[in-house]
């Protein structure tokens, strides 16, 4: 055989899947006649019946199932590597972040990528909920955590500490002594660490006044910039605010955060090229950040 009758075996293995010509001319949008044709064609090069009647209906013959079983796991095997092909050359990015993390880190950086690949066209999708990398359309994600995510790739980006901020310009001054924060209002977020950091600045935790629980890191934040009150910062977040003095740091006393920024990906997508150019760009930005390249 010369050259494979790629029309008729595609049209045979739609009806053998089937066991429906009508419905495989429906799915290849042909008519039933056209599949009627290239079956019979088939069957003429093959020199074996495929298809025997049965009933009202048709079924395979041996020859055809097997034929149809080895075509069918062909052509699943030639769309898996037409998918990883099109990746490949695929120039979108769909990357999931945290909101606080997107706002406060990592929007302000990104215009760096967009210079250093203009060819990636970057979707951005925000939010608190984990999404599942095979489900839900999303090639990376970068999270916050202790790095447990079974059946992902999963790679260390930063750690963090945890610190006292406040805006220059609070009402009343800002402290100058530990004791001074029982006479403010101090702002909290979902993790409420103002235990741990309090048990490491050697103070009780009774007694100081807090306001409203923020869940937003990036919102807490601002409302600290904004005078709302003194906010135990996480340092990634707000190393910007405090560079342009938005915000100041209060005191030396910090703690570490128990859970670190990762990347993740699906195994066998890692190495794709559009994933590959921004996890190489992300890690060349936070050893710039941090002074340290992350392994």
């Not at 741990?196 to 409302?223: M, P, Q, Y």
């Amino acid at each position: 055989m010369d050259r494979l009758p790629l029309n008729a075996l595609r049209a045979f293995e739609a009806a053998a899947r089937h066991l429906s010509l009508s419905r495989a001319a429906e799915e290849l949008h042909l008519t039933h006649g056209a599949i009627s044709h290239q079956v019979k064609a088939l069957e003429a090069v093959l020199g074996t019946a495929l298809f025997q009647r049965q009933g009202r209906g048709v079924g395979l013959t041996e020859p055809g199932q097997h034929l149809a079983e080895a075509l069918s796991a062909s052509f699943l095997r030639i769309n898996e590597a037409m998918q990883a092909v099109r990746r490949q050359g695929n120039s979108t990015l769909t990357i999931s972040v945290l909101t606080s993390f997107a706002a406060r880190w990592l929007v302000p950086r990104l215009e760096r990528f967009h210079e250093a690949h203009p060819e990636v066209v970057l979707n951005m999708r925000t939010g608190k909920g984990l999404v599942d990398l095979r489900r839900d359309g999303v090639d990376m994600g970068v999270r916050v955590g202790k790095g447990n995510y079974p059946g992902l790739d999963t790679r260390f980006l930063m750690s963090e500490t945890l610190y006292v901020v406040a805006s220059p310009r609070l009402a009343g001054g800002l402290p100058t002594t530990l004791e001074d924060l029982r006479r403010y209002t101090l702002l909290r977020d979902s993790f409420d660490d103002w235990a741990i950091w309090c048990r490491a600045a050697g103070i009780d935790v009774k007694g100081l006044r807090f306001g409203t629980a923020i869940e937003d890191s990036s919102v807490l934040l601002e409302a600290a910039a904004n005078g709302g009150g003194i906010a135990l910062a996480r340092s990634v977040l707000a190393a910007d605010d405090l560079a342009s003095g938005r915000l100041v740091r209060l005191f030396d006393v910090e703690v570490p955060n128990i859970f670190s920024y990762w990347t993740v990906t699906l195994p066998e997508r890692q190495d794709e090229a559009a994933i590959a150019k921004f996890r190489a760009w992300l890690e060349a930005e936070v050893a710039a950040f941090t002074g340290r390249v992350p392994v």
